[in-house]
C-alpha cells in the first residue's frame, strides 16, 4: 500500500522556469509533510516542510501548497536553475514520530 | 555545526555474514531514524531511537535490529545478510521525535 505518491518519475524544465513537483497521499492521519532532494550515492537533504495546520510554507525559490482536502502537496521551484537538477522526494509523517513514509521520487532536470 | 555522519561509508560482505553500520547524530539531536533505500522499493522507514528505547520499527524481518547510546549516537546491525540486503542504508537525526529530520551520507552495502 504506497501511502506516499509521485506519480511522475521525471521533469524536465528550462532554467529560469517554474517547476511543480506533485505528490498525493491516501492517509488522512498525516500531519506533516517534507521535501527532500537527493543526488545519486549521497543523503536526502531537507529543502522546506509544511504542517497540516497552514497550507503554504514559503522558503526563498521553494514553497510547498498543501492540499488537504484533495490530499495533495506540491513543490514549486522559481526560477529553476541547473543546480536544481535532481530527484526530489516527498515524504510524510503522523504525530510525534520519527517514522517518515517517502514517496518514490520525482528526477527533475534543468536545461541550461 | 556538523551534520549527521554515518560510518562506514561503503561495505562488501558475503551472504551469511552479519554487518553493523554506526551513526552519529547532529549535536543536541535526541532522535535517530534509519532508512535503507534500493531501486526497487525506494526508501523504507526501518527504525527509530528516542532516549535509548525504540519508539518505531518498519516492517523488516528480525535479522535487522538497532540500538541507541547515552549519547544518541545509535547502531543498527543485520544478521545472516542475505542477497536483497544489497542497500544503501540512511541514518537521519531529529531534536526530538516529529521534527525535521537530517540524513548522514549512508551506508552502501552490497552483500555478494
Known amino acids: 500500500d504506497q501511502q506516499v505518491k509521485q506519480n511522475s518519475p521525471s521533469l524536465s524544465v528550462q532554467e529560469g522556469r517554474i517547476s511543480i513537483l506533485n505528490c498525493d497521499y491516501t492517509?488522512?492521519?498525516?500531519?506533516?509533510f517534507l521535501w527532500y532532494k537527493k543526488y545519486p550515492a549521497e543523503g536526502p537533504t531537507f529543502l522546506i516542510s509544511i504542517s497540516s495546520i497552514k497550507d503554504k510554507n514559503e522558503d526563498g525559490r521553494f514553497t510547498v501548497f498543501l492540499n488537504k482536502s484533495a490530499k495533495h502537496l506540491s513543490l514549486h521551484i522559481v526560477p529553476s536553475q541547473p543546480g536544481d537538477s535532481a530527484v526530489y522526494f516527498c515524504?510524510?509523517?503522523?504525530?510525534?514520530?520519527?517514522?517518515?513514509?517517502f514517496g518514490q521520487g520525482t528526477t527533475l532536470q534543468v536545461k541550461p | 555545526k556538523a551534520g549527521v555522519t554515518q560510518t562506514p561509508r561503503y561495505l562488501i560482505k558475503t551472504r551469511g555474514q552479519q554487518v553493523t553500520l554506526s551513526c552519529s547524530p547532529i549535536s543536541g539531536h535526541r532522535s535517530v531514524s534509519w532508512y535503507q533505500q534500493t531501486p526497487g522499493q525506494g526508501l523504507q522507514f526501518l527504525f527509530e531511537y528516542f532516549s535509548e528505547t525504540q519508539r518505531n520499527k518498519g516492517n523488516f524481518p528480525g535479522r535487522f535490529s538497532g540500538r541507541q547510546f547515552s549519547n544518541s549516537r545509535s547502531e543498527m546491525n543485520v544478521s545472516t545478510l542475505e542477497l536483497g540486503d544489497s542497500a544503501l542504508y540512511l541514518c537521519a537525526s531529529s531534536r526530538s521525535p516529529g521534527e525535521t529530520q537530517y540524513f548522514g551520507p549512508g551506508t552502501r552495502l552490497l552483500v555478494l
Open positions: 515524504a510524510a509523517s503522523v504525530g510525534n514520530t520519527g517514522k517518515l513514509i
Open positions: 492517509n488522512s492521519m498525516f500531519d506533516y
